[in-house]
């Protein structure tokens, strides 16, 4: 048996997995991040490692004999975090996450360092990235600085609560704009650009090596047996990665889930940050990876629920497909948190236009699935221009449970969407197979393959034509108010 924990944003979700890849058990655990001020966005890892630990507690009275054999714990998480630790593994602030806007003045400044820094960065400077936000605290906040003892990615702090180990892997490190991406090692250039101290860094691993074993107190409340090796894991985008077997040259596949990605695997490192495309490592030795990155993937649509009566997203849903008759005449921009691919935008925010005194709430509904089409659409244009094309993307993500959403999505893209069993829990899957390769040895290749298809959601093309002119109009009205974005925060 194997474990896989995605620390998401909005939920932890843990899968437990045996040796014929079979999902036999889940648990799932909210998680509450705050906006404290415009910008902002931060959550108490203290609250992370309490939700992980509640859920394995129901694993263990749920399926006692299974967790006593577990063999392996693999970890995947929301990247780009930046945690600072004391001295005594004692978080010195909340963690300022991916989605926080707040270091622009830093990442413009750590742009201007020119494109072979960039290049191997892997992308350009952006204020989500850890390295901009070391920047902004010791500008802002020298006492957190001062206090300072170890930096970490928000998975890491479980596997330090884990196995009391300090370490991370080349594919979360490489959201941190620390990371030489070719050579897979820490970038003196960097770290010096960032203010970080060296001597606060984790152990460097790849995503399949074994970084310690659990404690025995830790075993012990579980039920679990000695020796359980806790893998080094990935970042969320490439752990969905490893789940739906995308590890070959051209492999793709689209995330839908809080944020929002489009991934394609690469043999080299190929860089492109003037289009914003993320070119990363990836969880496996000598792939890497390039990305469209999108800071809104599903959220707006658990915003418009809140912003139209809290009903179930279901019921949201069901009401938008019941009157959808094409594409809607509502415009809706969904950058609640800015963007980063195509506009590396932290002050763009949310829009909806064209409403009328006859619009009903199933039309706000339509324009926001619509609008998160619609940037996607701009992702996938982007890796275009950058040499990557698609005819057909894996979907994985929380997003995909809605065949509606998956319609307007790949009409929208004009590309078909392929989901695969347990597309839902795409990173937590594949944190549990980087567990079993970290536990067994085994090649990857035995390990790291396509699950079983579930359904194809071909394109409409009708639609596709239909929403071309919406497409050129949401882009328009971005531009628009580019300036007032601007102007407002």
Same mark, same amino acid.
């Given at each position: 048996?194997?474990?896989?924990?995605?620390?998401?944003?909005?939920?932890?979700?843990?899968?437990?997995?045996?040796?014929?890849?079979?999902?036999?058990?889940?648990?799932?655990?909210?998680?509450?991040?705050?906006?404290?001020?415009?910008?902002?966005?931060?959550?108490?890892?203290?609250?992370?490692?309490?939700?992980?630990?509640?859920?394995?507690?129901?694993?263990?009275?749920?399926?006692?004999?299974?967790?006593?054999?577990?063999?392996?714990?693999?970890?995947?998480?929301?990247?780009?975090?930046?945690?600072?630790?004391?001295?005594?593994?004692?978080?010195?602030?909340?963690?300022?996450?991916?989605?926080?806007?707040?270091?622009?003045?830093?990442?413009?400044?750590?742009?201007?360092?020119?494109?072979?820094?960039?290049? #191997?960065?892997?992308?350009?400077?952006?204020?989500?990235?850890?390295?901009?936000?070391?920047?902004?605290?010791?500008?802002?906040?020298?006492?957190?600085?001062?206090?300072?003892?170890?930096?970490?990615?928000?998975?890491?702090?479980?596997?330090?609560?884990?196995?009391?180990?300090?370490?991370?892997?080349?594919?979360?490190?490489?959201?941190?704009?620390?990371?030489?991406?070719?050579?897979?090692?820490?970038?003196?250039?960097?770290?010096?650009?960032?203010?970080?101290?060296?001597?606060?860094?984790?152990?460097?691993?790849?995503?399949?090596?074994?970084?310690?074993?659990?404690?025995?107190?830790?075993?012990?409340?579980?039920?679990?047996?000695?020796?359980?090796?806790?893998?080094?894991?990935?970042?969320?985008?490439?752990?969905?990665?490893?789940?739906?077997?995308?590890?070959?040259?051209?492999?793709?596949?689209?995330?839908?889930?809080?944020?929002?990605?489009?991934?394609?695997?690469?043999?080299?490192?190929?860089?492109?940050?003037?289009?914003?495309?993320?070119?990363?490592?990836?969880?496996?030795?000598?792939?890497?990876?390039?990305?469209?990155?999108?800071?809104?993937?599903?959220?707006?649509?658990?915003?418009?629920?809140?912003?139209?009566?809290?009903?179930?997203?279901?019921?949201?849903?069901?009401?938008?497909?019941?009157?959808?008759?094409?594409?809607?005449?509502?415009?809706?921009?969904?950058?609640?948190?800015? #963007?980063?691919?195509?506009?590396?935008?932290?002050?763009?925010?949310?829009?909806?236009?064209?409403?009328?005194?006859?619009?009903?709430?199933?039309?706000?509904?339509?324009?926001?699935?619509?609008?998160?089409?619609?940037?996607?659409?701009?992702?996938?244009?982007?890796?275009?221009?950058?040499?990557?094309?698609?005819?057909?993307?894996?979907?994985?993500?929380?997003?995909?449970?809605?065949?509606?959403?998956?319609?307007?999505?790949?009409?929208?893209?004009?590309?078909?969407?392929?989901?695969?069993?347990?597309?839902?829990?795409?990173?937590?899957?594949?944190?549990?197979?980087?567990?079993?390769?970290?536990?067994?040895?085994?090649?990857?290749?035995?390990?790291?393959?396509?699950?079983?298809?579930?359904?194809?959601? #071909?394109?409409?093309?009708?639609?596709?034509?239909?929403?071309?002119?919406?497409?050129?109009?949401?882009?328009?009205?971005?531009?628009?108010?580019?300036?007032?974005?601007?102007?407002?925060?």
């Amino acid at each position: 048996m194997f474990l896989g924990i995605d620390l998401g944003t909005s939920a932890v979700k843990i899968n437990l997995v045996d040796e014929h890849q079979r999902v036999v058990a889940s648990a799932d655990r909210a998680l509450h991040p705050v906006q404290p001020r415009p910008l902002w966005s931060e959550d108490d890892p203290e609250s992370w490692w309490t939700a992980v630990a509640d859920g394995l507690d129901q694993l263990a009275a749920e399926h006692p004999a299974a967790m006593a054999a577990v063999a392996g714990i693999g970890l995947s998480g929301q990247m780009h975090g930046a945690l600072l630790l004391d001295g005594e593994d004692r978080p010195v602030r909340p963690a300022i996450l991916w989605n926080d806007g707040r270091a622009a003045a830093e990442a413009a400044e750590l742009a201007g360092l020119g494109e072979a820094v960039q290049a #191997e960065m892997g992308v350009l400077a952006m204020p989500g990235f850890a390295g901009p936000k070391i920047l902004w605290l010791a500008k802002h906040e020298p006492e957190t600085i001062r206090r300072a003892r170890h930096l970490l990615l928000p998975k890491d702090f479980i596997r330090l609560k884990l196995c009391g180990e300090r370490a991370t892997d080349v594919t979360d490190a490489g959201g941190a704009w620390l990371l030489d991406e070719a050579n897979r090692r820490w970038s003196p250039t960097a770290l010096g650009a960032c203010g970080v101290d060296p001597a606060w860094l984790p152990r460097l691993v790849e995503s399949r090596e074994p970084t310690g074993t659990l404690r025995p107190e830790i075993a012990a409340r579980w039920g679990m047996g000695t020796g359980v090796v806790v893998a080094g894991g990935a970042g969320d985008a490439t752990a969905g990665g490893i789940g739906i077997g995308s590890v070959h040259e051209g492999d793709g596949f689209l995330s839908l889930g809080t944020s929002a990605q489009i991934f394609a695997a690469a043999a080299a490192h190929r860089p492109d940050p003037g289009r914003m495309v993320h070119a990363f490592c990836h969880a496996v030795p000598g792939m890497w990876c390039r990305i469209a990155a999108l800071l809104n993937g599903a959220s707006p649509l658990a915003a418009a629920a809140r912003w139209t009566g809290n009903a179930e997203i279901g019921v949201l849903l069901a009401e938008a497909e019941a009157r959808f008759k094409g594409p809607s005449r509502l415009l809706a921009l969904p950058y609640l948190f800015g #963007e980063r691919t195509p506009h590396n935008d932290p002050h763009a925010l949310g829009a909806i236009v064209g409403l009328t005194a006859s619009t009903h709430r199933a039309d706000l509904i339509q324009a926001v699935l619509e609008g998160v089409a619609f940037s996607l659409v701009d992702g996938l244009d982007t890796l275009a221009a950058s040499g990557t094309r698609f005819e057909r993307l894996a979907f994985i993500g929380g997003g995909t449970r809605s065949p509606f959403w998956a319609r307007i999505i790949a009409s929208a893209m004009g590309v078909a969407l392929v989901k695969y069993d347990a597309s839902d829990r795409g990173p937590a899957f594949g944190a549990a197979r980087l567990a079993r390769l970290a536990a067994t040895g085994e090649p990857v290749a035995d390990v790291v393959v396509a699950p079983p298809v579930q359904s194809v959601i #071909e394109p409409d093309p009708t639609l596709h034509e239909a929403y071309k002119p919406r497409i050129e109009a949401f882009r328009s009205l971005y531009r628009a108010l580019k300036p007032e974005f601007a102007r407002g925060t």
